[in-house]
């Protein structure tokens, strides 16, 4: 083995990092220059827009046609199924000027098409080079700058160093939505980068009003939040609480009462809340203290633990229950399923993001639950 074949296989992590890094900061890109869109996330091709499909590839080494024949092919065998589509190879080759854009020849696509594995009409190849352009485009550095210029636009960031913290939050979000959702459920927008960045910001605000100003007046400011509007009762709304070892579930009880009796109302329309319970939480024995405290739930098992249905949680057979209570592993599902009017985050040390189709989202540094009787 050569030592430039050695050296590369000993780099595979460090590329392999790297590349994922690239398309984190190409999916940024997308949603700033889109957005009133959806971007999708490793769907049919690592990038989607409607009808509209992208491979992101970076390499350090000159440009050929075998570098580019795996992403093609992708995209090709896409095309075969779906000829409505347009497509873009994203990417960067150290010998080629960033802003370059061309198609493929028709000797080109012969030879990647050469191994191609599958039956095709031969008349397809030729439509799919109208369809298909290769974009070459920054290197990794100067479209990490890029990115950071355009999230201190929009988000009005003080300096570079703020710039690069909100960046780290938002590659944060891209990988939270690829690896929680299915194929077809990863999207960003720059909506959900706002919520993810606002969502940063309040629990930094939080953590320097309590250091600055006292828990007890944080409490109070919090408890404005939860008294100076009206309840919506027809609102989907999701309370999450982080637990510990130390976490007392008669307090979680006191809280699950409350927050029953405060929302929960059966008059036409009513919406039971939803509440969940993540970090190292005892859930069997919090839901046991929960039913005997007076807190009715409905945790879409039916009786005596039985399977967990989905549909049952979000649509119970039985009406009389003004709670529902859903794992943290079945989380990801019901947030597809269900479209959440008010996301409230209870935490002691990490806050949680915001989902991304939550409407309205309120982040609240607790020490205690117990401190919740002040609050809600």
């Given at each position: 083995m050569s030592g430039t074949a050695v050296k590369r296989e000993r780099d595979g992590g460090h590329h392999a990092i790297k590349g994922f890094a690239y398309q984190f900061d190409a999916s940024l890109l997308?949603?700033?220059?889109?957005?009133?869109?959806?971007?999708?996330?490793?769907?049919?091709?690592?990038?989607?827009?409607?009808?509209?499909?992208?491979?992101?590839?970076?390499?350090?080494?000159?440009?050929?046609?075998?570098?580019?024949?795996?992403?093609?092919?992708?995209?090709?065998?896409?095309?075969?199924?779906?000829?409505?589509?347009?497509?873009?190879?994203?990417?960067?080759?150290?010998?080629?000027?960033?802003g370059l854009e061309r198609e493929l020849t028709a000797q080109e696509l012969e030879r990647i098409l050469a191994g191609f594995p599958e039956e095709f009409d031969k008349s397809i190849s030729a439509k799919f080079l109208s369809v298909c352009r290769i974009g070459f485009r920054s290197n990794y550095i100067d479209q990490f700058n890029e990115v950071l210029a355009r999230i201190s636009q929009h988000f009005h960031t003080r300096d570079v160093d703020e710039a690069c913290y909100f960046h780290a939050i938002l590659h944060g979000h891209v990988r939270d939505i690829i690896l929680s959702n299915p194929i077809g459920g990863r999207n960003i927008s720059l909506r959900s980068l706002r919520?993810?960045?606002?969502?940063?910001?309040?629990?930094?605000?939080?953590?320097?009003?309590?250091?600055?100003?006292?828990?007890?007046?944080?409490?109070?400011?919090?408890?404005?939040?939860?008294?100076?509007?009206?309840?919506?009762?027809?609102?989907?709304r999701l309370f999450s609480f982080e637990c510990d070892q130390m976490t007392d579930p008669e307090s979680l009880a006191e809280v699950a009462v409350m927050l029953q009796?405060?929302?929960?109302?059966?008059?036409?329309?009513?919406?039971?809340?939803y509440l969940t319970f993540r970090g190292t939480p005892d859930e069997l024995g919090i839901k046991?203290?929960?039913?005997?405290?007076?807190?009715?739930?409905?945790d879409g098992t039916g009786y005596h633990g039985g399977v967990f249905r989905m549909d049952e949680l979000i649509d119970p057979p039985v009406r009389d229950l003004k709670l529902k209570i859903v794992s943290g592993v079945h989380l990801p599902e019901l947030l597809d399923k269900v479209r959440f009017k008010?996301?409230?985050?209870?935490?002691?040390?990490?806050?949680?993001?915001?989902?991304?189709?939550?409407?309205?989202?309120?982040?609240v540094f607790l020490r205690s639950f117990e401190d919740l009787s002040h609050v809600l």
């Open positions: 997308r949603a700033f220059d889109n957005p009133y869109s959806t971007v999708e996330l490793e769907g049919k091709q690592d990038l989607s827009l409607e009808n509209y499909h992208i491979q992101v590839k970076h390499r350090t080494d000159r440009f050929s046609i075998s570098a580019i024949a795996p992403a093609v092919q992708l995209m090709f065998r896409q095309f075969i199924s779906d000829n409505g589509c347009q497509f873009l190879l994203h990417c960067h080759f150290a010998d080629q000027e960033p919520a993810a960045v606002s969502a940063a910001r309040t629990a930094i605000f939080e953590s320097a009003y309590v250091e600055q100003r006292g828990y007890d007046r944080y409490l109070k400011s919090v408890r404005k939040r939860y008294t100076l509007r009206e309840v919506n009762i027809t609102a989907e009796n405060k929302y929960s109302s059966f008059r036409a329309g009513g919406k039971a809340p046991r203290t929960l039913w005997e405290a007076g807190a009715r739930f409905n008010e996301f409230h985050d209870f935490y002691l040390n990490d806050p949680l993001r915001t989902p991304h189709n939550a409407v309205r989202a309120s982040h």
